[in-house]
Each structure stands twice: as structure tokens, then as C-alpha cells.
Nanobody, 125 residues
Framework: QVQLVESGGGLVQAGGSLRLSCAASGRTFSGYAMGWFRQAPGKEREFVAAISWSRDSTYYADSVKGRFTISRDNAKNTVYLQMNSLKPEDTAVYYC??????????????????WGQGTQVVVSS
């Protein structure tokens, strides 16, 4: 089992920045690709960003490309999502997730085995 705990959400004005963190505990962090997903009210959960275990591959949704950056510190068992130039449409609950794969990372939420409880991000206009 891998336990994931997100933090860093909050209320920010449009154009502002937030940095989300996701701390993993339990089974080793080793060999897990990590992803960030989000779910806005009344909408399905959608892919935001993902990073491979070795950090050599990153993937982004078109809607956040150039504004968000995913990174990870394997020594600290933590993955981050730096969100810049935030827009009201970025308002959602953000979830991190872990996928046991050594190579690459998936953009499909069905591939992720472990999920955090989520952290709320609200971007005001």
C-alpha cells in the first residue's frame, strides 16, 4: 500500500501561483510513476500532469502546458505541481496518484492504483 497526502491548495487570484505537494508513505516510492489529476464540480476527473519514476519523462494536458510543472524528489518521496498563471478554469480538487511502472507514465486515471484525498484549488477572477 502507498498512502498519498496532498497539500498546498488554497485560494488565489487569476494570474497567481500555487505549489502543490504530494507526500508518499507506506510501500517504497521506488518504481512508481506519479500523476496529478483534477476534478471540477460537475465534471469528470481529468489528467493534468505525470512524471516517470526516473524523472526523464513528463506529460502535460494541453490546457496546462507551459503553465504547470511537475517534478519529484525521490529521496523525499514527494511529487510537486508548480502552477503558474492560474486561471479560474483551473479551479478544482487536485489529486495525486501513483502508478507502479518503472518506465514512462500514464495519462489514464484507470492506470493509477493509489490516490490521495485531494486538495482544493480555487482561482478567483
Amino acid at each position: 500500500q502507498v498512502q498519498l497526502v496532498e497539500s498546498g491548495g488554497g485560494l488565489v487570484q487569476a494570474g497567481g501561483s500555487l505549489r502543490l505537494s504530494c507526500a508518499a508513505s507506506g510501500r517504497t516510492f521506488s518504481g512508481y510513476a506519479m500523476g496529478w489529476f483534477r476534478q471540477a464540480p460537475g465534471k469528470e476527473r481529468e489528467f493534468v500532469a505525470a512524471i516517470s519514476w526516473s524523472r526523464d519523462s513528463t506529460y502535460y494536458a494541453d490546457s496546462v502546458k507551459g503553465r504547470f510543472t511537475i517534478s519529484r524528489d525521490n529521496a523525499k518521496n514527494t511529487v510537486y505541481l508548480q502552477m503558474n498563471s492560474l486561471k479560474p478554469e483551473d479551479t478544482a480538487v487536485y489529486y495525486c496518484a501513483a502508478d507502479p511502472r518503472f518506465v514512462g507514465a500514464s495519462v489514464l486515471n484507470s492506470d493509477y492504483d493509489y490516490w490521495g484525498q485531494g486538495t482544493q484549488v480555487v482561482v478567483s477572477s
